[in-house]
């Protein structure tokens, strides 16, 4: 009788704890999460800038719809992106101080503004609150021969400093960027 009891308990605790440990997983994101880092080594203590940010896809549709003209865009997909500064930067000529920013854009006709603000987790730019922007920076965009159907951001050398480059379909947008002493 003992065994047939501990067998009947054995089965329901089993039951029960395959039901606690299932769990519903979500399948990839249409747009992924993605970071690019500078300097892009392993060693953090070295680095002087990182970025997380999501990755849309244009699926065939056009920048202009997707990251419409003249107005706030959460630069990239999801969440608002966000920028760590490991120590203090010029950001396209305006001195930042170390931090994680939430960055935003607003695309024009050959140029774009790029935006760091305060407010982090943030998703998309409809809660963008430009009274937290810690600063804008307007910097020309360019178009190349290549389009990238991925939105795409990394950081590239510079000389003494640095650019954080952005580019999607055929526009690309560069944000100088040195380490500073304030």
């Given at each position: 009788?003992?065994?047939?009891?501990?067998?009947?308990?054995?089965?329901?605790?089993?039951?029960?704890?395959?039901?606690?440990?299932?769990?519903k997983f979500s399948g990839l994101d249409k747009s992924p999460m993605d970071m690019a880092a500078y300097p892009n080594d392993y060693k953090?203590?070295?680095?002087?800038?990182?970025?997380?940010?999501?990755?849309?896809?244009?699926?065939?549709?056009?920048?202009?719809?997707?990251?419409?003209?003249?107005?706030?865009?959460?630069?990239?997909?999801?969440?608002?992106?966000?920028?760590?500064?490991?120590?203090?930067?010029?950001?396209?000529?305006?001195?930042?101080?170390?931090?994680?920013?939430?960055?935003?854009?607003?695309?024009?006709?050959?140029?774009?503004?790029?935006?760091?603000?305060?407010?982090l987790n943030q998703w998309g730019a409809y809660s963008y609150d430009e009274t937290a922007d810690v600063a804008r920076v307007t910097v020309?965009?360019?178009?190349?021969?290549?389009?990238?159907?991925?939105?795409?951001?990394?950081?590239?050398?510079?000389?003494?400093?640095?650019?954080?480059?952005?580019?999607?379909?055929?526009?690309?947008?560069?944000?100088?960027?040195?380490?500073?002493?304030?």
């Amino acid at each position: 009788m003992k065994k047939v009891l501990f067998i009947a308990l054995m089965a329901v605790a089993m039951t029960f704890s395959t039901d606690a440990l299932a769990q519903k997983f979500s399948g990839l994101d249409k747009s992924p999460m993605d970071m690019a880092a500078y300097p892009n080594d392993y060693k953090v203590s070295s680095k002087t800038a990182r970025i997380i940010y999501s990755r849309p896809q244009l699926k065939g549709r056009s920048l202009s719809e997707l990251a419409p003209a003249g107005k706030v865009w959460r630069t990239g997909a999801n969440e608002a992106a966000e920028i760590t500064f490991y120590s203090d930067v010029d950001f396209g000529g305006k001195q930042i101080k170390a931090g994680t920013y939430s960055i935003f854009t607003i695309p024009s006709s050959g140029e774009w503004t790029v935006v760091l603000n305060k407010n982090l987790n943030q998703w998309g730019a409809y809660s963008y609150d430009e009274t937290a922007d810690v600063a804008r920076v307007t910097v020309p965009s360019a178009e190349d021969s290549t389009s990238l159907e991925e939105f795409s951001i990394a950081f590239k050398e510079a000389g003494d400093s640095f650019e954080m480059v952005m580019g999607w379909d055929k526009t690309r947008v560069a944000v100088p960027i040195t380490a500073s002493k304030m």
